[in-house]
């Protein structure tokens, strides 16, 4: 399975590249699902009988079917109970989170956990989480190791602390949050493929179980914290922090995207 993000992806460094409808979007949705091809390409060659793409980037609507690896299966469009891990518990050998990026609060390019700007900083049993940090404790959860992680310089990084065996490509180097020194579509495609390839050496399900965590979240403003911990399980820790707690990870990812989804309906024009 591959989890597919797109701040992460070749040559994205801005938001009008990830922004739905944009003229750079339209551009770097060739990039991204190039970036998706080349890891498909690797995962065969490494044995892979089968490999199916999760959009996991805002509409989740921005891979080109059209261009897709013909091998490959696509889950597309919004609203999956999993989001960005659809389809772990569906007996998957392995995953690989293409396109990532650093956690809101750390330098990176376009970092941030979930909301674009609103969350300041997620937290998963004390330590900050990046989404790749809170997939990555789900797919253990399920059994599933981590192969492969792209994105830039810091979120490789990242993943050697909560995926050290994973193989990593960093498909560009972070100068700032909108800036980075970027390595081209045909090299970031070889590198891709081959590590993708190595990646599959780790393929092979092992035995998951489901834990308890807590999840706290950070917000840039006290009037998001307040509609967060509208939800019964979820209490308002500080003025701008909530948290709570989780049976399992599956269960914490719910109530994570729950506490998201209010959130980012109580933000309120330019004053947010």
């Given at each position: 399975?591959?989890?597919?993000?797109?701040?992460?992806?070749?040559?994205?460094?801005?938001?009008?590249?990830?922004?739905?409808?944009?003229?750079?979007?339209?551009?770097?949705?060739?990039?991204?699902?190039?970036?998706?091809?080349?890891?498909?390409?690797?995962?065969?060659?490494?044995?892979?009988?089968?490999?199916?793409?999760?959009?996991?980037?805002?509409?989740?609507?921005?891979?080109?079917?059209?261009?897709?690896?013909?091998?490959?299966?696509?889950?597309?469009g919004?609203?999956?109970?999993?989001?960005?891990?659809?389809?772990?518990?569906?007996?998957?050998?392995?995953?690989?989170?293409?396109?990532?990026?650093?956690?809101?609060?750390?330098?990176?390019?376009?970092?941030?956990?979930y909301?674009p700007?609103?969350i300041?900083?997620?937290?998963?049993?004390?330590?900050?989480?990046?989404?790749?940090r809170?997939?990555?404790?789900?797919?253990?959860?399920?059994?599933?190791?981590?192969?492969?992680?792209?994105?830039?310089d810091?979120?490789?990084?990242?993943?050697?602390?909560y995926?050290?065996?994973?193989r990593?490509?960093?498909?560009?180097?972070?100068?700032?949050?909108?800036?980075?020194?970027?390595?081209?579509?045909?090299?970031?495609?070889?590198?891709?493929?081959?590590?993708?390839?190595l990646?599959?050496?780790?393929?092979?399900?092992?035995?998951?179980?489901?834990?308890?965590?807590?999840?706290?979240?950070?917000f840039?403003?006290?009037?998001?914290?307040?509609?967060?911990?509208v939800?019964?399980?979820?209490?308002?820790?500080?003025?701008?922090?909530?948290?709570f707690?989780?049976?399992?990870?599956?269960?914490?990812?719910?109530a994570?995207k729950?506490?998201?989804?209010?959130?980012?309906?109580?933000v309120?024009?330019?004053?947010?």
């Amino acid at each position: 399975m591959i989890s597919a993000d797109m701040e992460g992806a070749t040559g994205v460094t801005w938001t009008a590249d990830v922004e739905v409808g944009t003229e750079q979007w339209q551009r770097f949705r060739k990039m991204f699902t190039g970036d998706v091809n080349a890891c498909v390409e690797g995962l065969f060659a490494g044995g892979a009988t089968d490999v199916l793409v999760n959009e996991a980037h805002s509409s989740q609507r921005n891979i080109l079917l059209e261009d897709l690896d013909p091998r490959a299966r696509m889950l597309t469009g919004r609203h999956k109970p999993l989001s960005m891990m659809q389809g772990i518990d569906s007996g998957v050998d392995g995953v690989v989170f293409l396109g990532y990026h650093a956690a809101a609060g750390v330098e990176g390019v376009l970092s941030h956990t979930y909301l674009p700007n609103q969350i300041t900083g997620v937290f998963l049993d004390g330590v900050r989480a990046s989404e790749g940090r809170l997939n990555a404790a789900l797919a253990a959860e399920h059994g599933v190791p981590v192969l492969l992680v792209t994105g830039d310089d810091l979120t490789c990084e990242d993943a050697g602390e909560y995926a050290p065996d994973a193989r990593s490509v960093a498909v560009k180097e972070c100068v700032s949050r909108y800036a980075a020194i970027c390595t081209p579509p045909a090299v970031t495609a070889a590198a891709i493929t081959e590590q993708a390839h190595l990646g599959m050496a780790r393929a092979g399900r092992f035995a998951g179980s489901a834990s308890g965590h807590r999840i706290e979240v950070e917000f840039d403003a006290a009037h998001l914290a307040a509609a967060a911990a509208v939800v019964p399980t979820v209490d308002q820790l500080e003025v701008r922090r909530v948290g709570f707690d989780a049976a399992s990870m599956t269960d914490a990812m719910k109530a994570f995207k729950v506490v998201t989804a209010i959130a980012s309906g109580a933000v309120e024009g330019s004053y947010g």
